[in-house]
């Protein structure tokens, strides 16, 4: 194996469409050939780039799993560096939704509603799948990676607000 991006580890186009199965089966596989059992025999130096390649596949795995990651990554491959620790900018129409839904979270935290938790929960999920299916189209159609990872960012908002969601219920 000679080091290639995460999609080719497992004989993939790169692509944030993604069939599940297909990912997982062909890390079954890819795991299969590295795995460290198949080495108990071979030499110390053998025996680490097995673990190195075992470590590597997995890595690939767990980022292609995950939509957010995988969109991260595309991003990422194309040059785009997502700026997640200096570049706040997003457009005034998500920033102003993103106020709300903070002080949704707010009303949350001082007044706990189950009926209010399940309909800002219910937003968030619809907001999520529409950022997902824009960043589909922007990195598989359209190849707009900047766009893509203003999106993306937009996306981790809201994991942290979910998380935030999560934290609060339990």
């Not at 297909?22 to 071979?42: E, G, K, N």
């Not at 999106?151 to 994991?159: A, C, H, Q, S, T």
């Amino acid at each position: 194996m000679t080091q290639e991006d995460y999609f080719s580890y497992f004989g993939l186009k790169p692509a944030f469409a993604l069939d599940r199965d297909v990912l997982d089966a062909a890390w079954r596989q890819a795991a299969a050939r590295v795995h460290p059992d198949r080495f108990a025999t071979a030499g110390p130096a053998e025996k680490r780039v097995a673990m190195q390649w075992a470590s590597r596949i997995n890595e690939a795995y767990r980022c292609l799993r995950s939509p957010l990651s995988r969109a991260r990554y595309l991003c990422e491959q194309a040059g785009v560096d997502l700026q997640v620790e200096t570049n706040t900018a997003m457009r005034p129409a998500f920033l102003m939704q993103q106020m709300e839904w903070r002080e949704a979270l707010d009303e949350l935290r001082e007044q706990p509603s189950t009926e209010a938790a399940a309909v800002l929960r219910q937003t968030l999920a619809q907001a999520e799948a529409d950022i997902q299916s824009d960043v589909a189209n922007l990195l598989d159609k359209q190849q707009d990676y900047e766009t893509a990872a203003a999106r993306v960012r937009e996306w981790m908002f809201l994991e942290r607000m979910e998380q935030a969601m999560s934290d609060l219920e339990a």
